[in-house]
């Protein structure tokens, strides 16, 4: 009995070693500080992102149909400044919603991670998006 005990304690050893490294070689792309780069509401009707094409970095907010015609969206830098703007929805095709390009409107304080916050009429939080410089 104490045998297999012993063998189940060294498989757990092992086990916890194999986790360590794994940790080591593939960490996590987020961490608890990080807010995703796009997100959805539940019902999928608002759609928000922070996303870098080619070099530039966009904030985009995409809506299956005109649920409002403007938005606020605060962008929070690395050094804890806030600056925020409101714009307009567009009719996008088939869907509306707008794409900001994020030098154009808001500043860059150096490298860090930033924090885009959309907010529109009847939400009652802000949906927050994070991308890096």
């Known amino acids: 009995m104490a045998d297999v005990e012993m063998g189940r304690l060294a498989g757990m050893r092992r086990l916890g070693v194999l ?39 966009y904030l985009r907010i995409g809506l ?15 050094d804890d400044t806030r600056q925020c703007k409101t714009f307009q929805i567009q009719e996008m095709g088939e869907q509306f919603g707008d794409k900001v390009r994020w030098r154009r409107h808001f500043p860059n304080k150096g490298p860090g991670a930033y924090k885009a916050c959309w907010r529109w009429e009847g939400s009652t939080r802000c949906r927050t998006n994070g991308f890096h410089i």
Request: contains cysteine.
């Open 19 to 57: 986790l360590v490294i794994a940790g080591l070689l593939f960490p996590t792309t987020a961490t608890a500080e990080h807010a995703p780069e796009s997100s959805c509401s539940p019902s999928g009707d608002v759609c928000t992102s922070a996303e870098k094409i080619d070099v530039v970095q």
């Open 64 to 78: 299956t149909a005109k649920h409002f015609d403007q938005y606020r969206l605060c962008v929070r830098a690395p």
